[in-house]
């Protein structure tokens, strides 16, 4: 197993994109510490998985932008395994379709806090744990193409941490690997709530893939790019999204 022995935190791992990082995580031997802010069932529902198939993981409960739960996060996982290998910020989302002109400010900082100051006080907080390893963080193709409608404040968010993640590999290495992803359309509850079952039809015909990805097509990279086997990647934002917008 890839990664044997090795210990990794997943924001937002209650459903979803975050659910399958963890159970693809701990297939490959990872010890696994879940956060969720509201997906508590689907949280404790992932830690059954995984120890049922013989891995190590709890889940806990906190709210990101609250440096107290991030570090009660990041000092239970190192107590629980001695330490941080892997960090998987996936934890985000964009609350609301909002025009510029219909947004308030305080509707713009909760995006920036939810998508990008979550995962400045999680890198932060892991930094003192973390010897070697690897930063993977889940940015969006938004970042690239400015969103949908009504998706300026994520989108920037997103083109926000894309520009973080090269800040940080060149700040972390040798020893800590950072690289993001760059999720286009992925069958998930952010579409089902946010993008109107027509627009994903047609997001399906003009992919050259033919469809929407999947919560595991994600997992697969992520453990990729967490494992050795990508020891030479680092500051990559890496497009996943079935051809819909080529590098």
Not at 185 to 207: G, L, Q
């Amino acid at each position: 197993m890839k990664l044997q022995g090795k210990t990794a935190i997943i924001t937002g791992g209650g459903r979803d994109i975050g659910s399958a990082c963890a159970k693809h995580l701990a297939a490959q031997g990872a010890n696994v510490a879940i956060n969720y802010f509201s997906s508590s069932a689907g949280a404790d529902r992932t830690v059954e998985e995984i120890r049922a198939a013989g891995g190590k993981a709890f889940a806990l409960q906190g709210d990101l932008n609250a440096p107290e739960d991030v570090e009660k996060l990041v000092a239970k996982t190192v107590e629980e395994f001695d330490g941080v290998d892997i960090l998987v910020n996936n934890s985000g989302g964009l609350i609301a379709r909002k025009t510029i002109a219909e947004m308030t400010l305080e509707h713009w900082q909760a995006v920036m806090d939810l998508n990008l100051t979550s995962t400045f006080l999680m890198v932060k907080a892991c930094l003192p744990h973390m010897k070697s390893g690897a930063i993977v963080n889940l940015a969006s193709q938004a970042g690239r193409d400015g969103g949908g409608p009504g998706a300026v404040a994520y989108a920037t968010s997103k083109g926000a941490v894309m520009t973080m993640t090269r800040g940080l590999a060149k700040e972390l290495g040798p020893k800590i690997r950072v690289n993001a992803l760059y999720p286009g359309m992925i069958d998930t509850d952010f579409h089902n709530i946010h993008t109107k079952d027509e627009v994903r039809r047609n997001v399906e015909a003009a992919a050259p893939l033919k469809r929407q990805g999947t919560p595991d097509d994600i997992a697969n990279l992520v453990v990729f790019l967490a494992s050795e086997d990508s020891a030479f990647i680092t500051g990559v934002n890496l497009d996943i999204n079935g051809g819909m917008l080529f590098s």
